[in-house]
């Protein structure tokens, strides 16, 4: 017997948006100001300008709206890291830079530890915490193999990180156990990395900005008042830096593994090449006034050229 009308599915083919939009778009997220942010979304727009692109700034929130009416663009420079939006947009043809698969894989420390592993690039000894669906007790931890593995395979002290966050923030230097544990609590249920010590990067560490295989810009950063990071947003300060060829090298085969267009590599110390993390969303208008280099010229360039 027929299922009753109002019950009956009807099979559509998915609604395809037009891809052809001359102009390009800056994909940003609507709920999210920060000054420093907002200086470097104007200069990408100057910069875009300044060359005849149509950089037209398009939030998430707008981008779920124009995906079933069109049309979309051909290029979407991505600024935010919602990676289901960014997914939908390549689905319908639109060429983002970064991918979807890349910002998710930089956006959480614990996939970019996996793929650094994988490609064999130096970076601290790291283990990831086990998912836990419900917030552990203290003495669960302290029975578990987990804390055994970072006694045993790291020492301490030790840098456990949440592996989703931003400007060194979920970030802190763990001297014992007990510590270790009360992070892990406190993170619950964010992902959580832990990583060996390193005493050399201790309040310092270096930065390649990379727009496909070339290095625009480079800095060392060094922490204020004893503080073991080094990021300027957190009142660190920065000097210039020429990065030697081998530092140079390790950035490309960084981002060549992650599948990144555009980003930034963090180097631990300015010594030797050891990759400390890798952003796919890199606020650069610190870099930009430490080293005087126009970096949002040369991303819309590199814009222009993926058209």
């Not at 998430?60 to 069109?70: I, K």
Request: one cysteine or more.
């Amino acid at each position: 017997m027929p299922a009753p009308t109002s019950l009956r599915w009807t099979r559509r083919s998915p609604r395809r948006s037009a891809v052809g939009c001359d102009a390009a778009w800056l994909v940003t997220n609507r709920w999210l100001h920060w000054d420093k942010f907002e200086w470097q979304f104007g200069a990408l727009a100057r910069a875009a300008g300044a060359v005849g692109l149509d950089l037209r700034r398009v939030s998430t929130d707008e981008v779920v709206a124009a995906m079933g009416t069109g049309p979309l663009p051909r290029v979407a420079l991505i600024q935010d890291k919602d990676v289901a939006v960014v997914a939908q947009l390549e689905a319908l043809g639109v060429r983002t830079i970064n991918t979807a698969a890349a910002i998710a894989a930089c956006d959480n420390k614990a996939y970019t530890h996996a793929v650094l592993s994988h490609a064999g690039i130096a970076h601290p000894c790291t283990l990831t915490a086990p998912l836990a669906y419900r917030n552990l007790s203290a003495a669960e931890w302290e029975e578990s193999e987990f804390l055994a593995a970072v006694d045993l395979q790291l020492g301490y002290p030790v840098v456990a990180k949440r592996a989703i966050g931003s400007w060194g923030q979920g970030v802190e230097l763990i001297h014992a156990p007990a510590e270790l544990v009360a992070f892990l609590r406190a993170a619950h249920p964010a992902p959580v990395i832990v990583e060996e010590y390193i005493a050399e990067s201790h309040g310092h560490d270096a930065r390649i900005f990379m727009v496909g295989e070339t290095p625009v810009a480079a800095m060392q950063r060094f922490g204020q008042g004893g503080d073991f990071r080094a990021n300027v947003t957190g009142g660190g300060r920065a000097v210039p830096w020429d990065p030697p060829a081998d530092f140079v090298d390790t950035a490309r085969t960084a981002m060549g593994a992650l599948g990144l267009d555009i980003g930034s590599v963090d180097f631990l110390h300015a010594s030797s090449p050891l990759v400390g993390e890798v952003n796919s969303n890199a606020q650069f208008a610190s870099l930009t006034e430490v080293t005087g280099i126009d970096v949002a010229a040369r991303v819309v360039e590199y814009c222009v050229q993926a058209r």
